[in-house]
């Protein structure tokens, strides 16, 4: 039973932790003591019906504020899969939270409230979510109950979503819209009879077969994660290389080429939780053995021969800002590309995204949440793959080197 991880995004009070916590109710994942602790709990609040978004909100501010601040990830199982959803906050000032829930997600939920329609921050989910290559969208206009079952509500905003996805959507995305209303259950599991409009699959059995292909990489590269060296008898000329392959596929007798040194050798052995195995695939674990006695150190990488792999100190990305302190031209930071860490200097900040407007505009810095195109040198030469091309090795992150946190994400393009 393979798994599918889900990010959900939107504004305030689209009614995230009240779907999520719906889609927990709905599939028997709550316990008899949480189902009593939520009725208890919404009872007090003077409810008269179950408030799910308790199922989800672990934190006491959360559940204080009814607002969502941290992510976490909710599981649940299906007959025919099993689910992780990152639950992100909503508020602009969490943006960050969203893009850490969001960044290893195979599909995302946007929601949208049908009262309000598209707000900015439906625009700032939906851009950021192209960033990332997610090309499974699902825009779920939530609380329908409060306009009606409308229709004409339900097209006017599918014409509005339209508008943008026409101009920032990428080519390669799939996207579905789905009408609900999360508070009373309606269209999430089975179709709504208050919607009989909507012809298409509810919520949970469009999730149940959602397809969601992982794109297998050419550029065969693993980072060094850690250098084995048992120093001991049985194993006294033993050198191997551990780490994840970030990308492609390598297998014994492989030519390969070392980064940054450039040495070429060859792989005389490739070992799987000890255990000899014929070749490593894309998101693999092992260790590998060289014919040569080479250097090679955490975050150096062993690169296949069959594809060509650039290297370069110059690249150009798109950043998102995630620190309160702005970024400007000339600040150093450190880039850190999968496991390899290099001194960087911002070269250029060359022009933000305007979201209400989804257009861009000249920029001489970046301020908290801000997404924009910069220039940046790197001290050593770094894997110089597009995030496009290479979803594996297209990404980084820039790091504060005073206070040692994570200062921005960038896709190199």
Same mark, same amino acid.
């Given at each position: 039973?393979?798994?599918?991880k889900?990010?959900?995004?939107?504004?305030?009070?689209d009614?995230?932790?009240?779907?999520?916590?719906?889609?927990?109710?709905?599939?028997?994942?709550?316990?008899?003591? !949480?189902?009593?602790h939520?009725?208890?709990?919404?009872?007090?609040?003077?409810?008269?019906?179950?408030?799910?978004?308790?199922?989800?909100?672990?934190?006491?501010?959360?559940?204080? !504020?009814?607002?969502?601040? $941290?992510?976490?990830?909710?599981?649940?199982?299906?007959?025919?899969?099993?689910f992780?959803?990152?639950?992100?906050?909503?508020?602009?000032?969490?943006?960050?939270?969203?893009?850490?829930?969001?960044?290893?997600a195979?599909?995302?939920?946007?929601?949208?409230?049908?009262?309000?329609?598209?707000?900015?921050?439906?625009?700032?989910?939906?851009?950021?979510t192209?960033?990332?290559?997610?090309?499974?969208?699902?825009?779920?206009?939530?609380?329908? $109950?409060?306009?009606?079952?409308?229709?004409?509500?339900?097209?006017?905003?599918?014409?509005?979503?339209? &508008?943008?996805?026409?101009?920032?959507?990428?080519?390669?995305?799939?996207?579905?819209?789905?009408?609900?209303?999360?508070?009373?259950?309606?269209?999430?599991?089975?179709?709504?009879?208050?919607?009989?409009?909507?012809?298409?699959?509810?919520?949970?059995p469009?999730?149940?077969?959602?397809?969601?292909?992982?794109?297998?990489?050419?550029?065969?590269?693993?980072?060094?994660?850690?250098?084995?060296?048992?120093? !001991?008898?049985?194993?006294? $000329?033993?050198?191997g290389?551990?780490?994840?392959?970030?990308?492609?596929?390598?297998?014994?007798?492989?030519?390969?080429?070392?980064h940054?040194?450039?040495?070429?050798t060859?792989?005389?052995?490739?070992?799987?939780?000890?255990?000899?195995?014929?070749?490593? &695939?894309?998101?693999?674990n092992?260790?590998?053995i060289?014919?040569?006695?080479?250097?090679?150190?955490?975050?150096?990488?062993?690169?296949?021969?069959?594809?060509?792999?650039?290297?370069?100190?110059?690249?150009?990305?798109?950043?998102?800002?995630?620190?309160?302190?702005?970024?400007?031209? &000339?600040?150093?930071?450190?880039?850190?590309?999968?496991?390899?860490?290099?001194?960087?200097?911002?070269?250029?900040v060359?022009?933000?995204?305007?979201?209400d407007?989804?257009?861009?505009?000249?920029?001489?810095?970046?301020?908290?949440?801000?997404?924009?195109?910069?220039s940046?040198?790197?001290?050593?030469?770094?894997?110089?793959?597009?995030?496009?091309?290479?979803? !594996?090795?297209?990404?980084?992150?820039?790091?504060?080197?005073?206070?040692?946190?994570?200062?921005?994400?960038?896709?190199?393009?």
């Amino acid at each position: 039973m393979d798994i599918l991880k889900i990010a959900t995004a939107g504004s305030v009070d689209d009614g995230k932790s009240t779907l999520i916590g719906r889609l927990l109710y709905e599939t028997n994942t709550l316990k008899e003591d !949480q189902i009593a602790h939520i009725k208890a709990k919404s009872e007090a609040k003077g409810y008269d019906y179950l408030d799910l978004s308790l199922a989800t909100d672990g934190l006491l501010t959360e559940r204080e !504020q009814g607002i969502t601040i $941290d992510v976490s990830n909710i599981y649940f199982t299906t007959d025919k899969r099993r689910f992780i959803i990152a639950d992100a906050p909503g508020h602009i000032e969490y943006t960050r939270n969203m893009i850490t829930g969001a960044s290893t997600a195979a599909a995302t939920i946007i929601l949208i409230d049908a009262r309000k329609g598209i707000v900015e921050q439906t625009k700032r989910h939906f851009y950021l979510t192209q960033l990332l290559g997610i090309q499974q969208i699902i825009f779920a206009i939530n609380k329908m $109950d409060l306009v009606n079952f409308s229709q004409e509500v339900y097209n006017k905003i599918l014409h509005d979503i339209s &508008s943008i996805t026409h101009k920032w959507g990428a080519k390669d995305c799939q996207y579905h819209y789905i009408p609900i209303a999360a508070l009373g259950g309606e269209n999430i599991v089975a179709s709504s009879e208050k919607m009989s409009w909507y012809l298409e699959r509810p919520l949970l059995p469009l999730l149940e077969n959602i397809n969601t292909q992982t794109i297998q990489h050419e550029e065969s590269i693993i980072q060094v994660q850690y250098v084995i060296r048992p120093k !001991q008898e049985a194993f006294h $000329d033993y050198r191997g290389f551990a780490g994840k392959v970030n990308s492609g596929r390598f297998k014994v007798g492989d030519p390969v080429q070392i980064h940054p040194s450039g040495v070429e050798t060859s792989i005389s052995e490739i070992e799987k939780y000890g255990i000899n195995v014929p070749f490593l &695939s894309q998101g693999e674990n092992g260790t590998i053995i060289l014919k040569d006695p080479v250097d090679l150190s955490r975050g150096n990488s062993i690169n296949g021969k069959n594809k060509e792999i650039p290297f370069t100190n110059s690249i150009k990305a798109t950043v998102c800002w995630m620190e309160n302190e702005s970024l400007n031209s &000339s600040k150093k930071y450190w880039l850190q590309q999968g496991c390899n860490k290099v001194q960087a200097r911002v070269a250029n900040v060359e022009n933000k995204v305007n979201i209400d407007q989804l257009a861009l505009e000249s920029a001489t810095q970046l301020g908290l949440n801000d997404i924009g195109t910069i220039s940046i040198q790197t001290a050593e030469t770094i894997i110089g793959i597009s995030y496009q091309e290479n979803q !594996q090795m297209g990404a980084f992150i820039l790091i504060n080197p005073v206070t040692n946190n994570t200062a921005g994400l960038g896709f190199i393009k």
